[in-house]
């Protein structure tokens, strides 16, 4: 009887822990989340981006081609099935990548996927959507930023891709394409509890010094912010 009282005893320590746990995750994510980093002041509307968000993850969309950048040099249309070099948009996401390529819809989840993206057991990878146009919505904020900002958001999204010998961006070769205009890129940094596909997402909204959550794990932080 000892025995299993004690048994009992670590259970219920074990059960009471893990409520204690998820209770101060979900306090500290709503803090971090509506504690915000505010937008750099007094700033020039050289560049128009976009936040976009499917209900849980964040996507930042870009014009692909700047006098800054040309996205297509480093993520061809090549890679993707359409090809289609039409395309004026980009939307790049970062996270976990049994995610992105085991996971189509959340009826697809396994256990398995979900413990290692949350314990950082897994790798990353970058997802890339090619758009004709975008229109905003609840889901789709348009942000008007300075070139100086941009080129920052540029240099972080840059500084998040895995290169090979030759410098160039990884090119994941799947079947898992969401459709026929996205493309795969390994990634670096492990997805975890505390670094989320938006908590990149906010992160890059801070590289460019655009209004932001001090931090925060779900979309819904960083669409406080802009509706």
Not at 158 to 166: E, G, H, I, L, Y
Request: with cysteine; proline share 2%.
């Amino acid at each position: 009887m000892n025995i299993i009282k004690k048994i009992a005893r670590i259970i219920l320590k074990f059960v009471l822990g893990f409520i204690a746990f998820v209770l101060l995750y979900a306090l500290s994510a709503f803090i971090f989340s509506v504690w915000s980093v505010k937008k750099e002041p007094n700033t020039a509307n050289d560049v128009a981006i976009y936040i976009l968000t499917n209900g849980d993850h964040t996507d930042v969309v870009l014009p692909v081609k700047t006098a800054i950048v040309d996205w297509s040099k480093e993520m061809s249309y090549q890679n993707t099935i359409s090809k289609d070099t039409t395309n004026k948009y980009l939307a790049i996401g970062w996270g976990d990548k049994g995610f992105y390529l085991n996971t189509p819809t959340w009826a697809d989840l396994k256990f398995s996927t979900a413990f290692k993206a949350a314990f950082a057991l897994s790798t990353s990878a970058i997802h890339a959507i090619y758009y004709p146009n975008i229109r905003e919505s609840n889901d789709c904020k348009k942000i008007m930023i300075s070139n100086d900002q941009y080129k920052r958001m540029v240099a972080f999204i840059d500084n998040s891709f895995k290169r090979d010998a030759a410098d160039n961006v990884i090119n994941i070769k799947t079947n898992a394409n969401y459709d026929n205009n996205d493309a795969f890129y390994e990634a670096k940094r492990k997805y975890n509890l505390f670094y989320t596909c938006n908590t990149w997402a906010n992160n890059v909204l801070k590289a460019g010094g655009q209004t932001a959550c001090v931090w925060t794990p779900f979309d819904r932080g960083i669409f406080y912010h802009y509706r």
